[in-house]
Structures are given as C-alpha cells and as structure tokens.
C-alpha cells in the first residue's frame, strides 16, 4: 500500500508497562499503527487485551503507576515526550477523546454549558456571545432537541445517550483532527447506539475528522471502520482493512471473535448447539403463568410542603405462559422493567396486582415460610458476576449454601462431592474449590453463579443479563452451557436481556417489553424474521451486523423523539398517537393475537409514526 | 427551599418535645432529689424547699409548668442550684463564652483543615501527604486535656506569654489556649475526610474527561473536583460545629473560662434539674438548625439533592 497520505497520527513501537504489587505488568507490547486524516480506524479486543491504554497514553490519562516507551507521533510532536503544560495545548483541542460509561463522564455539579464554556475558554479566543454560539450549535449538531433549555441543565437530568451527545459535543468543539472513542456505545441501548454510531460517521464525513473507535463490538466496527487491528493480549494478532479482516480473517482469534459473536441475521452459525425443540404433547400449559401483573413504585414528585407521589408502572400488566423446559427471552431497553418483571415473578418484589401461579398453585400471597419451600425451584442468576457472590466465601461454599438450606439432612461430604459434580458440570476445574470470587474472571464467576443456582435442580431459573458482563466469548461459552443444562434438565428459563442478537440464540419464545408493557410476543423465529411493531422493528433494525457490506447498506429505523418517561401517562401512545385522545378514559394499548402464537400490541403504521 | 425549611422546623417540634420527655423523665426516674445532700435537712425545711420549686406537684403538673414557660415566655425556669438566678441568666452569661471560642475554633479548624486534605490528597505519596497524614493521626489521639495542660507549661509557665485561665470578657491573650486546645483534632478530622474524599473525587471519570479537556490542574481541583469532595467533609462540620459553640467540659474547667460546658456538668452533678434541661435544649435545638443548614449546604454543593 502506498501512503501518499502522510499519516496524522503514528504510534511507533509503543510498550505499556504498569508497576503492580505483583511486580511489571506488560499492557501493550510493542504496537505500531497508524492514522491518517478523516479516517476511522478500529482498535478491537476483549476486555484487559490493552486496547484503551494506547489511547490513554497519546492523552496523558495513564494512571500513575504506568509507564510507556515508544513513540506517539501527532502533529509533529511526541506526546510521550510532552510536558503536562505542553499536553494541554493539543489535548482538548486537537485531539479529543469521549468515554465508556457517560453517566459518570460529565461533571455532576456544573452545567452543560459551564463544561462546554470552559474547553473554548482554554483553547479558543473567542468572546461570551460566540462562545454561547458555539456552543449551541454543536448541541444542536448532535441532535439534542431543546438546545437552549438543555445547556442549562447538569448532566443528571439528561439520558445516558444524551449525556453522550453532550460529550461528543465537547470534544467537537475546537474541530480536532482526531476523536479517540473509547468503547462509546457500550453503556447504552442499541437504538442510542444506533444514533451515536451514526453522529460520528456524519462527523467523519461533514468535518474529516478521524476517529480511533475502540471497542469489544465487531458490528460496531463492521459499521464505522475503514481499517482495524485486532488486539489480543497486548499485540496486534491481525491487521487490515474492514473488508480484509471481516471476509477472509488470517489469525485464529478473529476468527474465533468473529465466530462468537452473536448476530441477529443468522441464528444458526454452524459451532453452535441447538436448542431443543418443545415438545407440545407432553408438557402442560400451567407450568408458570402470569397473569397481569403489576409493579407500580411510588415516586416522590415536586417539592412543598407536602410533596405527592406518584406511581411509577415498572411492570404494567404483564401477561404470559411458560411451558416446561422452553425458554422465553424478555427483552427491552433500559428501564422497560424487565429486571422488575423477573423478581415480581419470583416475589423478590411484592407485585402490586397480578397473580403467578406455579405448576397450578399461586406464588403470590404465600406465607415467608412456604416461599422458601417454592425458591429451591425457582432460581436467579444476576448481571454482575463478581457483585452478586459473598466476596468472603470460597466459590464451593457458594455453591454449597443452597444445600445447606434446602438439603440440610445432607451429610458434609455428600455435599461436597455434589458441589465438586455440578463444578464439573459447568466446567469449572475441581481445584478451583477453595478460590475466592475476586480471584477468578468474570465468566468463571459466572459460572459459579450458575452452579449455584443449578445445584438444587430448579424448575426455573430466571437469567437477568447473565451474559451481558461478559466478553463475546466468554458470553458464548456461557449461552452453551446453558442451553446443555436446559436439555439436560428439563429447566425453564426467563432470559432477560437487552442484546438482542444474544436472546434470539437462546430463546424459543420472544416477549418485547416497552416501559412495562409487552408489545410484542412471538416465536423468536417469527419475532425476527416478521416483526410487526414498530418498537420490535426499530429495535431489531438497530442491532449492528459483524459484517461491513450488510451494515453499510442497512438504515436503521428511528421513530423521532426521545424514549418518554414511564411516568408519563402519554407514553404508551408513542406507537399509537392516533388514539392518544383517549388517554383520559385510562385507554391503553390492546394486545391483539395477529396470528397464532404472535401477539402484537395496538399501534399505528410504522410509515405514520415515521412521517 | 423555603417549602423545604417549613417542612423541617414542623418535623423539629415533635424531636424537641420528645428530647423534652425524655430528658424529664431520665431525671425523675433517679432516685434523690436537688436539695438531699450529705447533710441532711430537716424534713420540713426540705418540703418547703420542694414546695418553692413545685417539686411536690405531680409530674405532669411540672412538665406542663415547665413546658408553659418554654413556649409562651421562652423561661426556662429557676436554677436549683444557683440561688435567685434563672436558668436564662446562666445560659445568657455562658453561652456567649462559649460561642466565641467556639466559632473561633471552628473558623480555624476549617481554614487549616480542608486546605491542609486537599494538598495532601493533590500530592498523594509525596512527603507533604505524609506530613499531613502525620499531624492529623497526631492531634487526633493526643485528647485536649493533654493538649491543654501542655499548652499553659509553654506559653505560661516557660514563655509566660499569656495568662494561664480566666476569660476576662473574651480579651484575646485569653482566648487563644483555649482556642488552640479545641480546634486541633477537629481540624485533623477535617483534614482526614477531606484528603480521603478528595482522593476518591480525583480519581472519578468526570476528573479523567476534565483532563482530557486540557485543563490545568488546578482549575480541575477548583472547579470539578472541590464541590463533590466537599460533602462528606460538610455532613462532618455539621454537628462538629454544634458540639464546639456549646463548649467542651474539659476547656471550661482547664482554663476556667465560665462557658456552658462547665455549667452541663455542674448541673448533672447538682441535679439542677432545670439548668440540665436547658442546656440540653439548646443543644438539641442547635444540633436540627445545623443539620438543617447541612441539608441546605448538600442542594448547594451537588444538584442532584433537591429540597
């Protein structure tokens, strides 16, 4: 290849190394790579593979213990070289950089505009009025409706997708040549992502910035970039561009990345293990049913001198059946109440109104002493790996504790020999016994989690985003194991989880939930393939494709607005605005059976909500 | 705000009134009374003493006396102990003792403390940080009634430099012991919460995009991270400064300057069941309008706390 293009960025042997109690950790081992103008080139890896450190090294951001070698060339300057004062001249200015988590990444006590203000303060010479111009116009730019009135607010009172418009914003600000995104849309629902992803493709055509886009996402990257290298373990296993990598990957860990990776387009990926069909005959229709339930919370509004509460619907008339050993999948972006949905059916939260019966029985009502009698068959597993275990007991004990409270006339040996078997099970090695959680990663945590909740043979267990911590492969190993224990045991699952790519490998069923309310229900064939509501489209249109020609020649579909607050009596009517008159005599949405088995919720045609 | 006050000062009656009953209650439940002392009146001397103060009412009957006079005329009644003074007499000549000291502590806790834990906290692992971290462990075992008497055998007795006790109405070669004695834990405490919360506050994700922004390093700390550091630091100086205007016993009595401190001693030794309950009242009283003004303080520093 031929660099007519002098390269604007050139990372040169670049060696991370950070001091620890354990001695000299090598975080980056040796890297070169380039950048030229308005280009957007992919740094991809799984999670410690050192692909933000480079960055956080070009803007000074390494943390105290770290050390790098090499060279950092951009605009003619080494930054390693650079003092702090000399650094932040380009950083902020030149070069700029938007992060992971954007609820935590904006100063919570000054304003939007406070923190826009004062990047042209420093870099710019511009005087009040401008600078407000200025700053209005990229508000503006990144599409956040009401400019003026959100520059006044502090960052809390904005959406996580807004609060990261607002970073991209800032970074714009002083027009640099370079925006480093560091895992950008990670935190966010896959209709932000969608909007985020295309704010910075207009930003590298309209203003020919170049964007460093880090990420663990290979649909991210099919969708953004020109040229990515793969990173693994500190070093660049495979280099070139989107197409070269994509279509004919040389090194076995992309192919493997690429392997793993769950993609909507296409469930049946060949190393996969299948799910076991339902066999209708033979199980009965009373297994779990849920009949209407509702989870209202009541919110503190306003202030004087006798504030009123109003009821927040999380869970708002929720209806469905489970049948023995089906998975159903409930998916839905962040505060649909699909986590609420999961712990009102398990009564870790007292529903408001509803019934659950279970094989026949209700759920509801019961007494503390005969619900812990249900719980032996009735299991969780929750998001966080490594929060969710006693970070004081070893992992066995862990396990162990639902024998200890439901097979108490169990000996202590019996127990550990079925600990050590269900270790085996979910493929965790025997001589982990006596490990802590904070000694293992995420996905053998994980693990454990399973183990434990598999270990008294549950009839259901409910999986709250139990892969949604984890690195693809990790979280592909995890899908597998279980589906295996679903064949193996005849076990029910509510798998929740907002990825959708992920739950149509491993559910049977699909429930799509929209603040409380379930819009659509269907086989997660017929939900994919034939979607009817708009939310389930523009949900699915917005999930990113591991494969660069699909991705590019995609539209994704944005109905306007923003998502609305569940406490907004209106929100529901966001598909149907035509009936939106009849909020008053408490109308709400209908879910209408439109052929058998797929219920789709009243709405308006997606071309009216669209126009 | 204002709807935030109203709600607060409602919400304070009932806390008072049950600081009240309590406080009532716990005296009148140990046995003895004001007047039995180790010599031992006659009877009928002591009934026409329990009948000048009412003492052979019944109970309620006090209590309603008592809070009568509380509420309509702000009295707080007769002292027990002190012959024709009442309880306003004594709190209106200690109080102002106290109070004086006391602020002048707190200002100097505050002025030394927060500065001294944010340069520490900037400086993380640095001889400064050590130093500070030094100092702060130092004073805060070292209890003033060391720290007093330490005080007077240098500036008394070896530089003869200032007077050893006395107030002499607040002149300053009199305030100052005092002054030093109180204030040197309190601002080790202050300057412990600060560096620790400052240290947090720099290492969150907004400090790391401020960086990034190219800002200087002391604009980051002024700016960004000073505000959510100082909150835990605020929730501390809220009942500290309670406790330092309303005297400290041991002050009182090393230095003999008359504050109310002493008086909340005597008054317990002495059963004067009235001063006891005065002095208890205007703690209680002190310590909701400080929390309050902390609360008030909180909305300030973080907007996510609306009032």
């Known amino acids: 290849m031929t660099d007519i293009i002098k390269p604007m960025f050139e990372v040169n042997n670049l060696k991370i190394s950070f001091a620890t109690n354990d001695g000299i950790v090598e975080a980056v081992k040796g890297v070169s790579f380039h950048i030229n103008p308005g280009e957007c080139v992919g740094i991809v890896g799984e999670s410690g593979s050192g692909k933000s450190q480079t960055f956080m090294a070009a803007m000074g951001l390494l943390a105290k213990n770290g050390h790098a070698d090499g060279s950092i060339i951009f605009q003619g300057h080494n930054l390693l070289e650079l003092s702090v004062e000399q650094l932040n001249h380009v950083r902020g200015k030149n070069m700029s950089m938007i992060f992971q988590d954007p609820l935590t990444s904006l100063t919570p006590h000054m304003t939007i505009l406070a923190q826009m203000r004062e990047v042209i303060a420093l870099h710019m010479d511009l005087n009040q009025a401008d600078t407000d111009r200025v700053c209005r116009e990229w508000i503006d730019r990144v599409r956040i409706a009401e400019g003026a009135r959100r520059l006044n607010q502090y960052p809390h009172e904005l959406s996580g997708g807004m609060r990261q418009r607002v970073m991209i914003a800032m970074s714009m600000l002083c027009s640099p040549s370079l925006l480093i995104a560091d895992e950008p849309t990670t935190a966010l629902d896959v209709t932000v992502q969608a909007e985020i992803l295309d704010l910075m493709d207009e930003l590298k055509r309209e203003n020919g910035t170049a964007i460093a886009l880090i990420t663990h996402d290979m649909g991210v990257m099919a969708r953004m970039c020109d040229r990515l290298h793969v990173m693994r373990y500190g070093e660049y296993v495979e280099e070139g561009t989107a197409e070269d990598v994509f279509y004919n990957p040389q090194h076995q860990y992309t192919k493997m990345l690429l392997d793993s990776m769950p993609r909507i387009d296409n469930p049946d990926r060949t190393s996969h293990h299948k799910l076991k069909p339902i066999d209708d005959s033979q199980t009965g229709d009373d297994f779990l049913v849920v009949d209407d339930l509702k989870v209202h919370f009541k919110i503190k509004v306003g202030g004087g001198i006798w504030p009123k509460t109003l009821p927040l619907k999380a869970v708002d008339g929720v209806s469905f059946k489970l049948r023995e050993g089906e998975t159903l999948g409930i998916v839905g972006e962040s505060g649909c109440g699909k986590s609420t949905l999961a712990r009102a059916v398990l009564q870790l939260i007292p529903p408001t109104d509803g019934v659950v019966t279970w094989i026949g029985k209700p759920l509801s009502g019961l007494k503390k002493e005969e619900l812990k009698d249900k719980r032996k068959d009735l299991q969780i597993v929750f998001q966080d790996p490594l929060a969710s275990l006693d970070p004081r007991m070893t992992i066995a004990s862990s396990i162990m504790e639902p024998l200890l409270t439901f097979a108490a006339h169990m000996s202590k040996t019996d127990m550990k020999e079925r600990v050590m078997k269900m270790m085996d099970r979910v493929g965790l090695n025997r001589n982990m016994i006596n490990r802590y959680p904070h000694e293992l990663s995420g996905g053998q945590n994980q693990r454990v989690g399973i183990a434990r909740a598999m270990i008294m043979q549950p009839k259901l267990v409910i999986c709250d985003e139990a892969v949604s911590a984890l690195d693809v492969s990790v979280q592909a190993q995890i899908i597998e194991l279980l589906i295996d224990l679903q064949a193996e045991f005849k076990l029910s699952i509510l798998f929740i989880s907002h990825d959708l790519a992920v739950v149509r490998e491993i559910s049977h069923r699909i429930m799509v939930l929209y603040l409380g309310r379930v819009v659509e229900m269907a086989n997660s064939r017929d939900i994919y393939d034939n979607p009817i509501h708009p939310y389930t489209k523009q949900l699915i249109s917005a999930v990113p494709v591991p494969d660069p020609k699909i991705e590019r020649a995609r539209k994704s579909i944005k109905i306007p607005g923003e998502l609305p607050s569940p406490m907004d009596p209106n929100a529901q009517f966001k598909f149907l605005p035509s009936k939106r008159d009849q909020v008053a005599q408490g109308y709400q949405p209908k879910l209408i059976e439109h052929s058998p088995g797929h219920f789709v919720a009243e709405h308006d045609p997606l071309e009216t909500l669209l126009a | ?307």
Do not use: C
Request: aromatic fraction near 14%; charged fraction near 10%.
């Open chain 2, 1 to 307: 705000m204002f709807s935030f006050i109203i709600r607060r000062t409602f919400s304070s009656i009932p806390t008072i009134l049950i600081l009240i009953l309590i406080s009532f209650a716990l005296m009148r439940l140990a046995p003895g009374s004001p007047f039995s002392s180790d010599r031992g009146l006659p009877p009928e001397v002591l009934a026409n003493l329990e009948a000048k103060y009412g003492l052979n009412l019944p109970w309620f009957e006090q209590l309603y006396t008592y809070l009568k006079g509380i509420i309509f005329s702000f009295d707080f009644g007769p002292s027990f102990k002190y012959k024709d003074r009442s309880v306003n007499d004594i709190l209106a000549q200690g109080f102002p003792v106290t109070l004086t000291y006391g602020l002048w502590s707190f200002f100097i806790a505050v002025a030394v403390g927060i500065p001294l834990g944010i340069a520490a906290a900037v400086r993380h692992n640095t001889k400064l940080d050590y130093l500070a971290v030094g100092f702060s462990i130092g004073a805060q075992v070292l209890p003033n009634f060391v720290m007093a008497p330490i005080l007077v055998i240098i500036f008394t007795l070896w530089l003869n430099w200032l007077p050893g006790g006395g107030w002499n109405g607040g002149e300053w070669q009199y305030v100052i012991m005092p002054v030093i004695a109180l204030s040197t834990s309190y601002m080790a405490s202050i300057a412990r919460i600060t560096r620790s919360s400052m240290l947090e506050v720099l290492s969150a994700n907004f400090i790391r995009t401020a960086k990034a922004k190219g800002l200087a390093n002391s604009s980051i700390i002024l700016n960004h991270a000073l505000k959510p550091a100082l909150l835990p630091v605020i929730s501390y100086l809220g009942p500290a400064f309670v406790s330092m205007i309303t005297g400290s016993v041991i002050i009182d009595i090393y230095f003999s300057t008359g504050g109310m401190g002493q008086f909340f001693v005597d008054a317990a030794l002495n059963r004067d069941y009235s001063l006891l309950m005065g002095v208890t009242i205007v703690f209680g009283v002190m310590t909701i309008l400080f929390n309050t003004i902390v609360d008030i303080a909180y909305a300030w520093l973080d907007p996510k706390i609306r009032l």
